[in-house]
């Protein structure tokens, strides 16, 4: 069975404070996408980056980073110098090779204050 | 390229009574899946589409759902009679090709029942 488990229910930082979201996976598959979503407040889910399981370098892309360790099943986010705008719902998702529906985590709702 | 679209973005309805959903994915992408996330949960799979089929339905709650996609196009989400648990924003995604394709999801409709 595959599990994502998103521990942290709710983080408030201010403004330029940088934030680590953790997310913990479970699978049996050998190969499997890890993948982060935000969710603002109009709703929509988008799509931050998607990592294969055969891909543990860590990714850098502007203020976001990505630290994947196979050999503690986690996958986890940071921002850096938080602003206001990335107060969201972030999610951590898992698709396995073989089978096309996400397994999410039930999400990580940051709160940036000014 | 238009993406995913889902129609309407937001519904309020009395207990008991039916909602459709609709989700328009994007041209050419065979495969169609819908989630749903109630409130501060994860989002939860529920079925995926290969054209007009349905390729994987074991995440539909009950049989007061109803998925039904003409012709390998749009897919409708018919919920009767709808439940108090069933509010929550219901998400679309579709995908290209196999299983691993990149899933590209819609806005969401979220739903409320009174």
């Known amino acids: 069975a595959q599990k994502v488990t998103q521990a942290q229910t709710e983080i408030s930082v201010v403004e330029k404070e940088d934030v680590t979201l953790d997310c913990v996976y479970e699978t049996r598959d050998t190969t499997y996408y890890l993948f982060w979503y935000k969710q603002p407040p109009s709703g929509e889910l988008v799509f931050l980056i998607r990592r294969n399981s055969f891909d543990e370098q860590n990714e850098i892309s502007g203020r976001y980073s990505w630290n994947f360790q196979k050999s503690t099943s986690s996958f986890n986010f940071t921002i850096t110098a938080s602003q206001v705008v990335d107060s969201a719902v972030y999610f951590c998702?898992?698709?396995?090779?073989?089978?096309?529906?996400?397994?999410f985590g039930a999400g990580t709702q940051v709160v940036v204050t000014p | 390229e238009a993406g995913v679209t889902q129609f309407p973005s937001h519904s309020v309805i009395e207990k008991g009574q039916t909602v459709t959903l609709r989700c328009d994915p994007i041209s050419g992408h065979d495969n169609l899946y819908w989630y749903r996330r109630v409130m501060g949960k994860e989002i939860k799979f529920l079925l995926h589409?290969?054209?007009?089929?349905?390729?994987?339905e074991s995440g539909m709650p009950n049989n007061r759902f109803l998925a039904e996609r003409t012709g390998g196009t749009y897919s409708t989400l018919k919920v009767q009679p709808a439940e108090l648990e069933d509010s929550g924003v219901y998400f679309c995604?579709?995908?290209?090709?196999?299983?691993?394709?990149?899933?590209?999801f819609g806005p969401g409709t979220r739903l409320t029942v009174t």
């Open positions: 995604a579709s995908s290209q090709g196999g299983t691993g394709g990149e899933q590209y």
């Open positions: 998702a898992l698709r396995g090779d073989s089978w096309g529906k996400f397994q």
């Open positions: 589409f290969v054209k007009e089929s349905k390729q994987d």
